[in-house]
């Protein structure tokens, strides 16, 4: 049955490791409109984003579902909880939490910024 979610995209292998719960913080430069978050869709990408171009990637997958519980300033000890190779004052920590990986190839393209993407997802 096809469903509406709201979307999140990030670069490979972020995506990876957020469906295998090695990543619990997505770091951005902004905060959602609203919390919490529930059945965010994680796609995965090959290419950086960004307003000044490219702002799409036809060529995303779908590869988890997950709740933003909490959104808080990005600490210099969180860094490990994020995967980062380095901290920067600034940034937001998105929270996740009750992480459901998806299985099999879900194509999904791939935007900025929180998006809608209507798909079928069988879980």
């Known amino acids: 049955?096809?469903?509406?979610y709201l979307a999140l995209s990030v670069v490979a292998p972020a995506g990876d490791r957020i469906a295998a719960g090695g990543k619990r913080l997505e770091v951005r430069k902004w905060r959602p409109d609203r919390l919490p978050l529930r059945?965010?869709?994680i796609v995965q990408n090959r290419i950086s984003?960004?307003?000044a171009g490219?702002?799409?990637d036809p060529d995303g997958v779908a590869v988890a579902l997950v709740d933003v519980v909490r959104v808080r300033e990005?600490?210099?000890n969180d860094q490990d909880a994020a995967g980062a190779e380095r901290w920067e004052p600034g940034w937001q920590a998105w929270e996740l939490a009750k992480v459901r990986p998806l299985t099999g190839l879900v194509k999904a393209a791939a935007r900025l910024r929180l998006y809608e993407l209507r798909l079928d997802l069988a879980m």
């Open 1 to 4: 049955m096809i469903k509406a």
């Open 49 to 51: 984003l960004s307003s």
């Open 39 to 41: 059945d965010l869709l």
């Open 54 to 56: 490219p702002t799409e």
């Open 74 to 76: 990005w600490q210099e």
